[in-house]
């Protein structure tokens, strides 16, 4: 992912809770770094198994997540698998896919599961970052890439 300095302009507090899952913790790291420069309140998990832990929590204790940012390919659990256990759950929580592997018969798998959005990895903050404002502000599904 480049670098992560955001202009002045993009820092401001906002409200949503977003889960990042991905099993790569530089990687994690830094997107979380990158929201939270923008306002964001960030959790993360190493992988499905966990996120769907978390999830489950926040759903019980009423303080449900607004969006999850989630890889495609890790350990456990995979983001597909993440994504069917949520709907056999009942968690609606919206699903925004960043993964560096994305070939068409994967893209169109991402596609039939619901998700809000896709986003190749490496990207710029600013990418990610209004992707994410354009998904929380109900604008609909995020343009594919």
């Known amino acids: 992912m480049a670098s992560f ?3 002045k302009r993009m820092v401001k ?27 964001f309140e ?6 499905g198994r966990q996120a769907l ?16 940012l989630l890889d495609l390919q890790m350990p456990r659990m995979n983001g597909l698998e993440l ?11 919206p699903v925004f896919f960043v993964s560096a592997f994305l070939d068409e018969g994967t893209r169109a798998s991402i596609a039939e599961s619901g998700c809000v959005g896709i986003l190749e990895k490496p990207f710029e ?12 502000q109900g604008s609909g599904r995020e343009e594919k890439r």
């Open 53 to 68: 832990e978390m999830l489950l929590t926040a759903q019980r204790v009423g303080k449900p997540y607004d969006l999850i």
């Open 42 to 47: 960030t959790f993360q998990a190493e992988d």
């Open 5 to 7: 300095l955001l202009s």
């Open 125 to 136: 903050p600013e990418e990610i970052v209004k992707r994410v404002k354009g998904c929380l």
């Open 13 to 39: 507090k906002s409200e949503n809770r977003l889960l990042i899952v991905d099993d790569e913790s530089q990687f994690r790291y830094s997107l979380s770094l990158a929201l939270k420069k923008a306002g």
């Open 83 to 93: 994504v069917q256990e949520l709907f056999l759950a009942g968690i609606k929580t």
